[in-house]
């Protein structure tokens, strides 16, 4: 029997000089890089994915306070995977096999359907699609509820963005955040205040240089085409990244990695959110799908 690679099978997409590795497990975007640059900090094939890096964040991104939330009138517990902090994080497919069900040179389809469970007892038919083009990497996510009743949903990713350096602390960060989620020890928002006057205001380009980044923004500044942006400059070499998300997204999660041995500032995640962390429990920006009612949306880089 062949060995198994601790990410699963690899899938690769090629487009000019453009390459991405998906992995079987979680449906991770494990790398992507153009012509010889690292556009992401990814991890090893055979590596589990360590601090999240690129991973599928769904039935909810961020955390649940607990790991207990209502929903339908019934009382739910979410195993707690954040042990010291005592929550619920990150979703519940981080670490499930996906099938690719449609798969070109540039492009690939998976697919996973998550089953009720314990503190989740519901179904949904998941996807999401990586796809390249002269604009870059596109990732579209899609969620059917296939189950009988309601359910409360959310979606996120958690890819890390690099521009080779060191550290972040010289790169230029352009954020669209107004609003910044003010949070307690355990990463549990408790309020939020405008960025105006704030270490957290990125609304125009500026070094991240000591800014240490764990924090979700919401109320994203977007422009005529709907899309709100993050871009991360390089002023030695003039490189520059983008990261789009559209109106389905309407919070954002910045994080410098501090705290992660593996991470230490080397590297930005950039975490697109359609609800706000502990939205199980508060409803912030919580999508609720009627039987067989679906959603999408997408976001991308451009490099």
């Known amino acids: 029997m062949p060995y198994a690679l601790l990410s699963g099978e690899q899938i690769e997409l090629l487009a000019d000089e453009q390459r991405v590795v998906v992995a079987e497990v979680g449906a991770g975007l494990r790398s992507y890089t153009v012509g010889d640059q690292d556009v992401l900090d990814g991890y090893a094939a055979d590596e589990l994915a360590p601090s999240g890096r690129g991973q599928v964040l769904a039935p909810w991104p961020n955390r649940i306070a607990d790991g207990t939330y209502e929903f339908g009138g019934a009382e739910h517990q979410l195993p707690l995977n954040e042990v010291p902090a005592r929550n619920a994080i990150h979703g519940l497919v981080r670490w499930s096999a996906w099938s690719a069900a449609e798969h070109s040179p540039d492009r690939v389809l998976l697919e996973h359907t998550l089953h009720p469970q314990p503190g989740y007892p519901f179904s949904l038919a998941l996807g999401i699609e990586y796809s390249l083009s002269q604009d870059g990497l596109r990732v579209t996510s899609t969620a059917t509820n296939i189950g009988p009743e309601a359910c409360p949903y959310g979606f996120g990713m958690h890819p890390y963005l690099t521009m080779g350096t060191e550290k972040v602390d010289q790169l230029m960060l352009r954020a669209p955040g107004r609003t910044v989620l003010q949070t307690d020890d355990r990463g549990i ?115």
């Open 189 to 303: 928002p408790v309020g939020s205040e405008p960025v105006e006057g704030t270490e957290y205001d990125f609304r125009r380009p500026r070094p991240i240089g000591a800014a240490t980044l764990d924090h979700a923004f919401t109320d994203l500044e977007r422009g005529d085409d709907g899309l709100a942006s993050v871009e991360l400059l390089n002023p030695e070499d003039e490189r520059s990244l983008l990261l789009w998300l559209d109106d389905g997204y309407r919070y954002l999660q910045l994080f410098t990695g501090d705290p992660l041995p593996d991470v230490a500032r080397r590297s930005l995640a950039v975490e697109p959110m359609t609800c706000a962390p502990n939205a199980f429990r508060t409803g912030d920006g919580l999508l609720v799908l009627e039987p067989g009612e679906a959603t999408s949306s997408s976001w991308g880089i451009r490099a």
